[in-house]
């Protein structure tokens, strides 16, 4: 190995940030882990997402990229208000900025509504430390003009304290902050997403309980990283200090005086050097690490007795006299570091960066299909046929790829498509079936194994997210379907249940399709594929917060950036998601075998992306496939391609 090299312990950034989630989360405060000190470095979000911090932020556009690209797709926060030369770039990588200048919020508000975006603003106010922020008296008027801005929102507001001024968090300020929250909530009646008290050195205010309770938000970045709070510099419970740890070389090891000898002029960086204290000859070594790198003053000698004397732009020199140990060239001396010191050696590009792994988190141990053969829901028979095609060559192909999955068979018995029964008597009996689902997902989910439901008509999902809303209540949905599946009892011209089904989820109107409805809120829904929708409906589908990606929106973005963007609304509000796969999501080209086609659907490579896209973000939980009716139980080529979405989207999941 080549030094000097900066050890990055992920596992230990994990623990740092589970506990400070943990402590802000009793007191209802999420986390945005800052990871600017890391140069934005992939693997430190990603573990500090493994901790629990809800979103990752930095204060470099360019960082906050890097993690988009490296597959970071939690809520990205940018810390610092967007360059007017960077409008565009900011809108198309973050979710949220930190803004205090209406000039530029006005080009963000412009950019969005082109990119067809929604930007949130989190508006800084200045309590005091003289960095950004508009000034407390200006903050209505501002949050007004915001408000009036279209392709942004005002998603909260916030304060940065102890940075320029020094100034220290207080149960005065914070007050201050969250008053001005009410007052912009009761002026404009609004409901600010985020109050976001400040920085790592507001933990101290948390721990103590002196946070007024309408502070929902900090950003932590030093306290994760070196488990620091930065009021006083206390060390956290719960948190280690050694995340990092420097290893320089040594290039020069001498007896030689203490003081320098000859006319004293500057040093190299233009100082008068102060020497003092008696001259005495002492062992000193000289190592391969400068300012270039990192400010010297922030190393701190792991073992006593070494000393920093200082350094120049490429030398470090260390007293080692009253080590207890010889040093010769070639020897390693390992140091903590400060703040600005971890700074400059992780920017620095001559310092190797080494790091050792997250231990692995504990997964699922397998996958659990059940066959659903319903009909019921849907506007002819068919779908019943779809687990017979199904299940049984899909467990097949997943033990292929090497993962467990067992085979329920059909759980309900068939429940056939009934012209004669009105939406009534289905729903009575779909509830049945359903219920089963549900039973079978909660077993599924309590025995760490992943349920997945072969439909059946779409009606079924009702059931599994059901279940699952039991076990994990902050879920989310991404659904696949060419229909929006919002029609309610009144604006159905039809009466099929499978048109309702998305209203049945979230408890709109509708009629009710399992005993215990999921109850899942909007905002935790994104649908993907829509393109043939009811008048009626698209006037609820409209008003109803759900996040729609048209097929018109898949075709300007990209199915990558769609599901990007499905998985970062998902992320700030879920801690995972279920996946609905109806088949007639794709063109009826590539899957003709569907109770219901309908023209210009996502292609066969589209639809394969988009499974793949959201295996690599581990947040799936739970799947379905329903729609499906196969021509040919035996070998049907819908079937088949269902088989293999369900395997991308899987394949990668259970490692
Ligand atoms: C850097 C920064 C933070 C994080 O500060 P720490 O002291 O590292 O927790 C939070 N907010 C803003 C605006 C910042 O610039």
């Known amino acids: 190995m080549e030094y000097p090299v900066i050890e990055i312990?992920?596992?230990?950034?994990?623990?740092?940030?589970?506990?400070?989630?943990?402590?802000?989360?009793?007191?209802?405060?999420a986390v945005a882990g800052v990871v600017k000190c890391t140069c934005g470095s992939p693997a430190v979000a990603s573990a500090m997402l493994a901790g629990g911090v809800k979103q990752i932020a930095d204060s470099r556009l360019e960082n906050l990229e890097r993690l988009r690209n490296n597959g970071i797709n939690s809520e990205l926060l940018l810390l610092r208000s967007p360059m007017k030369s960077q409008i565009a770039h900011t809108v198309k990588i973050v979710d949220i900025s930190l803004n205090s200048e209406l000039e530029i919020i006005e080009l963000l508000s412009a950019e969005a509504a082109r990119q067809r975006k929604q930007h949130d603003i989190i508006l800084m106010i200045d309590l005091g430390d003289r960095r950004e922020g508009v000034m407390p008296g200006d903050v209505i008027a501002a949050a007004g003009a915001i408000i009036q801005m279209p392709g942004v929102r005002l998603a909260g507001i916030g304060t940065n304290l102890t940075?320029?001024?020094?100034?220290?968090?207080?149960?005065?300020?914070?007050?201050?902050?969250?008053?001005?929250?009410?007052?912009?909530?009761?002026?404009y009646a609004i409901k600010l997403r985020w109050i976001s008290g400040g920085n790592s050195s507001s933990l101290k205010m948390i721990i103590d309980g002196t946070m007024p309770a309408k502070i929902n938000h900090v950003r932590l970045g030093e306290s994760i990283l070196l488990g620091r709070e930065t009021a006083y510099g206390k060390l956290l419970p719960g948190t280690k200090p050694d995340a990092f740890c420097l290893k320089a070389e040594i290039i020069e090891s001498a007896v030689k005086p203490s003081q320098p000898e000859g006319i004293a002029g500057l040093d190299a960086f233009g100082h008068v050097p102060v020497t003092s204290g008696d001259n005495y000859y002492r062992r000193r070594v000289l190592m391969g690490i400068g300012r270039e790198d990192t400010v010297?003053?922030?190393?701190?000698?792991?073992?006593?007795?070494?000393?920093?004397?200082?350094?120049?732009?490429?030398?470090?020199?260390?007293?080692?006299?009253?080590?207890?140990?010889?040093?010769?060239?070639?020897?390693?001396?390992?140091?903590?570091?400060?703040?600005?010191?971890?700074?400059?050696?992780?920017?620095?590009?001559?310092v190797n960066k080494h790091y050792h792994d997250i231990r692995p988190e504990?997964?699922?141990?397998?996958?659990?299909?059940?066959?659903?053969?319903v009909s019921i829901g849907a506007?002819?028979?068919?779908?019943?046929?779809?687990?017979?095609?199904?299940?049984?060559?899909?467990?097949e192909k997943l033990a292929v790829s090497g993962h467990a999955a067992e085979d329920c068979g059909n759980i309900v018995k068939p429940l056939l498509y009934d012209a004669s029964l009105t939406p009534e008597q289905k729903s009575a009996l779909l509830i049945d079936a359903n219920d089963c689902l549900a039973q079978f997902t909660v077993n599924a989910l309590d025995e760490n194994k992943f349920p997945l439901a072969v439909g059946g008509d779409h009606s079924i999902t009702a059931g599994i997210i059901s279940g699952l809303r039991r076990r994990k209540k902050s879920t989310g949905m991404v659904m696949f379907s060419a229909f929006g599946e919002f029609n309610d009892e009144k604006t159905?011209?039809?009466?099929n249940l499978h048109g309702m089904v998305l209203a049945a989820c979230c408890k709109r109107g509708g009629l009710r399709m399992v005993s215990i409805p999921p109850d899942m809120p909007v905002e935790n829904i994104v649908l993907i594929g829509l393109r043939n929708v009811d008048s009626a409906e698209r006037k609820l589908l409209r008003q109803s917060g759900i996040k729609i990606f048209t097929m018109e929106d898949i075709d300007v973005l990209g199915m990558h950036e769609v599901i990007i963007q499905a998985c970062r609304r998902l992320s700030h509000c879920t801690d995972g998601f279920h996946v609905s796969i109806g088949m007639n999501f794709a063109d009826p080209a590539e899957a003709p075998g569907v109770l219901l086609a309908s023209r210009g659907g996502v292609n066969y490579r589209e639809a394969h992306l988009a499974m793949e896209t959201l295996a690599v973000t581990g947040m799936v939980c739970s799947a379905d496939l329903t729609e499906l009716a196969p021509v040919n139980a035996a070998d049907d080529p819908t079937a088949g391609f269902g088989i293999e979405l369900l395997c991308s989207l899987l394949g990668q999941k259970i490692i």
């Open 163 to 187: 940075c320029f001024g020094g100034i220290l968090p207080s149960p005065e300020n914070m007050r201050q902050l969250a008053e001005l929250a009410t007052e912009i909530e009761t002026v």
């Open 362 to 373: 504990q997964h699922l141990t397998g996958i659990r299909i059940a066959g659903m053969p």
């Open 9 to 29: 312990n992920l596992d230990t950034i994990r623990v740092n940030a589970a506990a400070l989630a943990a402590l802000c989360g009793k007191r209802g405060i």
């Open 296 to 350: 010297l003053e922030g190393l701190l000698p792991c073992l006593p007795g070494i000393k920093v004397l200082g350094g120049s732009s490429d030398h470090l020199i260390v007293d080692v006299e009253e080590a207890g140990r010889s040093f010769e060239a070639g020897d390693i001396i390992q140091f903590n570091l400060t703040y600005p010191a971890l700074l400059g050696c992780m920017t620095s590009s001559y």
């Open 379 to 395: 506007n002819r028979p068919g779908s019943e046929l779809a687990p017979q095609a199904v299940c049984a060559k899909l467990k």
């Open 492 to 495: 159905s011209t039809t009466g």
